[in-house]
């Protein structure tokens, strides 16, 4: 096995990615569950909240990646649990501007501490050196993936721009 040369699914980077996210997420998951009783969807939202207060629903789905129906009717039960507040916004009446409650504070810091508890605990196995050259490492990944997504786009659109061309008449192959 090579994750450069990978043999079977089994030895692709992203899929090794995947499983180890599905592992990894499971403990932090519980403990979101078990002592605040929100989900890792709650949490990113009350993240997002905490990080741009007064954002919009719209917003909010693009930019925390969550389908802007799922967001809506999270945002709703959320507000309704106490976590968020929603405010019609001044300039704009028809969106409503969303900010974190007290309680919504509460539960976010609290999320955090969690969140915190279990990174320190999944990154334990690394020395100071290698936890360095693993950030390093995402880093670069990270900046790959940007790029390729990039380029996968530019071909998407050139596929598309060439799929909405009329096509030239075929001639037909001489007979034989």
């Keep these: ?5 990978p043999v079977d699914l089994d030895d692709f980077f992203i899929y090794r990615l995947y499983k180890l996210l599905i592992v990894a997420r499971r403990g932090v998951d ?4 078990d002592e605040l009783g929100i989900g ?10 905490e990080k741009f207060p007064g954002t919009t629903l719209k917003n909010l789905a693009e930019q925390s990646g969550i389908d802007s129906v799922v967001a809506s009717r999270c945002v709703s039960e959320m507000a309704e649990n106490g976590l968020l507040l929603k405010k019609r916004n001044e300039a704009n009446h028809r969106f ?6 007290e309680y919504g504070k509460d539960i976010h810091d609290r999320a955090l501490d969690i969140g915190r508890r279990h990174n320190r605990a999944l990154l334990e ?13 995402m880093e670069k990944l990270a900046i790959q993936a ?11 659109e050139s596929n598309d721009a060439r799929a909405s061309r009329p096509s030239l008449p075929r001639s037909e192959p001489p007979a034989r």
């Design 1 to 5: 096995m090579s994750l450069k040369v």
């Design 30 to 33: 519980s403990a979101y569950r």
């Design 40 to 49: 890792r969807r709650e949490m990113r939202i009350l993240c997002y909240v």
């Design 96 to 101: 409503s501007v969303i900010s974190l409650s």
């Design 125 to 137: 196995p690394f020395t100071a050196s290698e936890a360095r050259w693993l950030e390093d490492a």
């Design 146 to 156: 940007e790029t390729l997504g990039r380029m996968a786009s530019a071909s998407e």
